[in-house]
């Protein structure tokens, strides 16, 4: 691996644990105004201490994260639908990598979207798009996205869709959680990690999901809504923190978790779920 991919890579993937907690903001750039990233700025500020990457657009990045925040950016650069269209895969590239270097982002992502009516498009998306990260020394994720079809998030599904987004030359791949997620590690040859999807019923339920990831073989999270929707945002990135670069159990960082709410205060929702 070229020395600048691997520097932009390790700015994130931290050496000392090999492992990684990446805090997902990026839904706004199809889902609008999502629940608690309203004000991404006033969401994010107070867990950026603990996030060894954010995953934004430019115009989150722009508009709500200080320019001399000390955390490396996971800049998405792919879009274009929305939620109220049916088939969420007709999605190009939306941000060069100019912009992109502009920006001193330390990795791009796209989605790419196997097995949906646009599957050709974004799977050449994420070739051209390595194919650029390889002569700027820009690593680049690939988003094994299931669109609205959540039930695609079987060990079968996104063993393909990883495989493939190696295949093609993503440096690391960013999929689901799942039964037998041992199989989606095994059929990749580069490092996976794990989203948390929509919000889980318990925090009891967002440590395990962490903790089976890294288990099987995951180098981190990349997560948003089982934290930033959390009562206590920053309580429970501190107990995925445990679990990812500490290896607590998941019951561990339950303990931590419910000792450090009594100390924090709890957000108070800012409109109407
Ligand atoms: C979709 O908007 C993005 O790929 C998210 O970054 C990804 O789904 C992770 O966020 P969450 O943990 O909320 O699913």
């Known amino acids: 691996m070229e020395w600048g991919l691997q520097n932009r890579l390790a700015r994130f993937v931290k050496p000392n644990t090999g492992h990684t907690v990446m805090l997902a903001a990026d839904h706004g750039y199809f889902m609008g105004p999502t629940r608690r990233l309203e004000n991404p700025r006033a969401t994010l500020e107070p867990l950026l201490p603990f996030a060894d990457a954010i995953a934004v657009t430019r115009g989150v990045l722009r508009s709500s994260v200080p320019a001399i925040a000390d955390v490396p950016i996971v800049l998405r650069v792919s879009g274009g639908v929305t939620v109220l269209k049916d088939d969420l ?20 992502a796209l989605s790419v979207f196997v097995g949906a009516a646009h599957e050709h498009q974004s799977l050449v998306s994420l070739a051209e798009l390595v194919d650029e990260g390889e002569a700027f020394g820009m690593p680049v994720i690939a988003i094994t996205a299931v669109g609205k079809e959540l039930e695609k998030r079987d060990a079968r599904y996104l063993s393909l869709a990883c495989r493939v987004s190696a295949e093609l030359g993503a440096h690391l791949v960013k ?14 040859p580069v490092p996976l990690v794990v989203a948390g999807g929509p919000k889980l019923d318990t925090d009891k339920a967002v440590l395990e999901l962490c903790a089976g990831a ?27 923190r445990a679990i990812v670069h500490e290896k607590a159990t998941a019951r561990e960082a339950l303990q931590l978790l419910e000792a450090d709410k009594k100390l924090t205060s709890r957000v108070v929702r800012s409109v109407p779920a």
């Open 214 to 240: 890294i288990a099987k073989g995951a180098v981190g999270v990349d997560m948003g809504r089982n934290i930033w929707q959390s009562d206590y945002p920053v309580p429970m990135i501190k107990a995925i």
């Open 89 to 108: 895969s007709d999605e190009a590239i939306t941000t060069s990598m100019e912009e992109a270097l502009r920006l001193n982002a330390s990795a791009v």
């Open 175 to 188: 999929t689901y959680y799942c039964e037998e997620f041992e199989r989606v590690v095994e059929g990749c």
